[in-house]
T-cell receptor, first 113, second 117 residues
Framework: GNSVTQMEGPVTLSEEAFLTINCTYT??????LFWYVQYPGEGLQLLLK?????DKGSNKGFEATYRKETTSFHLEKGSVQVSDSAVYFC????????????FGSGTRLQVQP | GAVVSQHPSWVICKSGTSVKIECRSL??????MFWYRQFPKQSLMLMAT?????????EQGVEKDKFLINHASLTLSTLTVTSAHPEDSSFYIC?????????????FGPGTRLTVT
């Protein structure tokens, strides 16, 4: 079946530090890959996505590249801000079998001023 | 963007009672809504897929008689936890699907925290 594995948190960084949150997946076929962000007290919001191999999704300074050879979709940001503090979820959508999103366990990011 | 609301955002109930959680798409119609459950520090686990006008499709291991789902209109789906027990305490999140083709998006509600005492 489909699965997503994320690095455990929390990840604590100082403002302007470089961020990487690792995500690897297992899926049949060629899934689409997503990063969602959940700010305190709010619902999940789509941060970025990639629908095919070598695609790079980007938004708000965050980037992730769909690497089929390593089945990975790592999230990166060059310089984090306090406002980036949130929980980040990696997810995939496969077009075989269940069609709802499959999520990783989430990684909490805490950015300190 | 598309907005999904949930009500209530937080509920406490006594063991043995039933609780209804509403999920609404505020500015769009959703033929399909998903219900997820999230345990502390864990991932969202899909419970069921709710289709307007038809019976919900439950994931393996989810008791359909305990978690009743009704999708009576294109903007409202409800999840009723029947005869709740403390182990049902969790964070329940709904998501509405926009689009029919493979490129559909899911928009999420803010979640409902259920505590059963």
């Amino acid at each position: 079946g489909n699965s997503v594995t994320q690095m455990e948190g929390p990840v604590t960084l100082s403002e302007e530090a470089f961020l990487t949150i690792n995500c690897t997946y297992t899926a049949t076929g060629y899934p689409s890959l997503f990063w969602y962000v959940q700010y305190p007290g709010e619902g999940l919001q789509l941060l970025l996505k990639a629908t095919k191999a070598d695609d790079k999704g980007s938004n708000k300074g965050f980037e992730a590249t769909y690497r089929k050879e390593t089945t990975s979709f790592h999230l990166e940001k060059g310089s984090v801000q306090v406002s980036d503090s949130a929980v980040y979820f990696c997810a995939l959508k496969s077009f075989t079998g269940r069609r709802a999103l499959t999520f990783g366990s989430g990684t909490r990011l805490q950015v300190q001023p | 963007g598309a907005v999904v609301s949930q009500h209530p955002s937080w509920v406490i109930c006594k063991s043995g009672t039933s609780v209804k959680i509403e999920c609404r798409s505020l500015d769009f119609q959703a033929t399909t809504m998903f219900w997820y459950r999230q345990f502390p520090k864990q991932s969202l686990m899909l419970m069921a897929t709710s289709n307007e006008g038809s019976k919900a499709t439950y994931e393996q291991g989810v008791e359909k008689d305990k978690f009743l789902i009704n999708h009576a209109s294109l903007t409202l789906s409800t999840l009723t936890v029947t005869s709740a027990h403390p182990e049902d305490s969790s964070f329940y999140i709904c998501s509405a699907r926009v689009g029919l083709a493979e490129g559909y998006e899911q928009y999420f509600g803010p979640g409902t925290r259920l505590t059963v005492t």
